[in-house]
C-alpha cells in the first residue's frame, strides 16, 4: 500500500506570509495527488487535484505541484479564512495526516 | 446544485450493524464513483470504501469483510452497511462524490453523520 506522509504537522504564520506544505508518497504517484482543506466541524474541500490543477472557485493564493514521489501546496498570502487543515490524497483514495495551519 | 445529504448515524454497541444512507440530488450517484470516508474523533481522514459506475466495490483493510457499500440508482441513494462493529469505528462518516481528473479526487462531501460504538 502507498503511504504518505505531510510536513510539517502544523505551522503557524501572519497574514500576507507564504505558507508551503510537503507532502511525500512512498512510492511514485506521477501526478495522481489531491489536496483538501477541511475546516473545524466542516466537511473536507477540494482544493487542487492531478497535483497542480485549482478546482473551480478555488482563490488563486492556492497552488500545487510535484510529480512521483514529492509534492507542494502553496498559500502564496495567507489570509484569516485560510484558518484549516490540510490533507493530500493520492488517488489509491489513501489520505495524508494533515497540517494544521494557524494564524500567529 | 449537487447535494449529499447522510443519514442513519447514531449509538451502537459493540458489535452491532447500523445501515448509513446518502441521499443525492443535483447528479446521478450511478454515472459517478461515490466514496465513505470517516474521521475519528480529533483525527486524520480515512477512506472507507468506493463504489464504481460499472458496480465494483472496494474497501480499507481496516473494514474488509464488515462494511457493505452499495447504491440504489431509483432512489439515487448511496448505502454504507456496517456490521461487527468496533469501538475503533466510532467517527463522522461522510459520503462523497468522484470528481475530474485522473486522481480519484472528491468534490461534494456531505455534512457528515456521527457513529459512536460503545457499551
Known amino acids: 500500500d502507498i503511504q504518505m506522509t505531510q510536513s510539517p504537522s502544523s505551522l503557524s504564520a501572519s497574514v500576507g506570509d507564504r505558507v508551503t506544505i510537503t507532502c511525500q508518497a512512498s512510492q511514485d504517484i506521477s501526478n495522481h495527488l489531491n489536496w483538501y482543506q477541511q475546516k473545524p466541524g466542516k466537511a473536507p474541500k477540494l482544493l487542487i487535484y492531478d497535483a497542480s490543477n485549482l478546482e473551480t472557485g478555488v482563490p488563486s493564493r492556492f497552488s500545487g505541484s510535484g510529480s512521483g514521489t514529492d509534492f507542494t501546496f502553496t498559500i502564496s498570502s495567507l489570509q484569516p479564512e485560510d484558518i484549516a487543515t490540510y490533507y493530500c490524497?493520492?488517488?489509491?483514495?489513501?489520505f495524508g495526516p494533515g497540517t494544521k495551519v494557524d494564524i500567529k | 446544485e449537487v447535494q449529499l445529504v447522510e443519514s442513519g448515524g447514531g449509538l451502537v454497541q459493540p458489535g452491532g450493524s447500523l445501515r448509513l444512507s446518502c441521499v443525492a440530488s443535483g447528479f446521478t450517484v450511478s454515472n459517478n464513483y461515490m466514496s465513505w470516508v470517516r474521521q475519528a474523533p480529533g483525527k486524520g481522514l480515512e477512506w472507507v470504501s468506493v463504489?464504481?459506475?460499472?458496480?465494483?466495490?472496494y474497501y480499507a483493510d481496516s473494514v474488509k469483510g464488515r462494511f457493505t457499500i452499495s447504491r440504489d440508482n431509483s432512489q439515487n441513494t448511496l448505502y454504507l452497511q456496517m456490521n461487527s462493529l468496533r469501538a475503533e469505528d466510532t467517527a463522522v462518516y461522510y459520503c462523497?462524490?468522484?470528481?475530474?481528473?485522473?486522481?480519484?479526487?472528491?468534490?461534494?462531501w456531505g455534512q457528515g453523520i456521527l457513529v459512536t460504538v460503545s457499551s
Open positions: 462523497a462524490r468522484g470528481s475530474r481528473g485522473s486522481s480519484w479526487s472528491f468534490d461534494y
Open positions: 490524497q493520492q488517488y489509491g483514495f489513501t
Open positions: 463504489i464504481y459506475t460499472g458496480g465494483n466495490t
